[in-house]
Each structure stands twice: as C-alpha cells, then as structure tokens.
C-alpha cells in the first residue's frame, strides 16, 4: 500500500520559516514527480513546487520563487520543502503529492488529476 507521510507545518509570524518533510512507502521512488500543493480556505488547491526524481528538473508557484525550496532525498524516499520569508498569503492547508506522469504533464498548469498519491495534509498558519 502506498502512503505518504507528512511532518512539519504549524503556527509562525510572517517573515519566519517552516519546513515540511513526505516519505514514501510502499512503492519505488525512481520513477516520480514529486510535489507540494496548498489550499487556502475556499481557493483550489495549486501547485507549490515540484522536483522529479532525479532533482534535475524544479518547478515553483511564481509567488513562491526564491522564498521556497524543494528538495529530496533518495535514500529516504523522501522530499521536502523549506519555507522562508513566510506571508499571511501563504497560509493554508500543505499536501504533498506524487505524480507518475511525465514532468511536463505534471507540472502543467490544472494537473491536480495527474497526481496519484497524496499526503493526509498540514496546516501552515501564518501570523501578521
């Protein structure tokens, strides 16, 4: 059985940083896009950032160019990502998520349907 397992999130003041960690069981890694999702109270849910297997390809949500970082960890199955200069806007409930579709599909744009396995979510909260 497939699971994702999510850890981290919580309460911070803008300005601060969080991290969030997933790890994969029940299947391989090396064939995966791997990614991060967010969704505000009555928003739909998007895409925050993607890494492939690999780490050779990242993909980030405009607002969230050069505040957040994606990475993975192979060995562990597992990926991660790092949150700074955290804004009220940012505020919402955190999903990871894994994508056996091609990148390009993956990452495009209204590709929620494409990603297979999903974490149980964590709420970042974030204080003004």
């Known amino acids: 059985q497939v699971q994702l397992a999510e850890s981290g999130g919580g309460l911070v003041r803008a300005g601060g940083s969080l991290s969030l960690s997933c790890a994969l069981s029940?299947?391989?890694?090396?064939?995966?896009?791997m990614g991060w999702f967010r969704q505000a109270p009555g928003k739909e849910r998007e895409l925050v950032a993607a890494i492939d297997w690999s780490g050779g390809n990242t993909y980030y949500l405009d607002s969230v160019k050069g505040r957040f970082t994606i990475s993975g960890d192979n060995a562990k199955k597992t990926w991660f990502l790092r949150m700074n200069s955290l804004r009220p806007e940012d505020a919402a409930v955190y999903y990871c998520a894994a994508s056996f579709y091609l990148w390009a599909v993956a990452t495009a744009s209204d590709s929620t349907s494409k990603w297979t396995y999903w974490g149980q979510g964590t709420q970042v909260t974030v204080s003004s």
């Open positions: 029940g299947r391989r890694y090396n064939d995966l896009t």
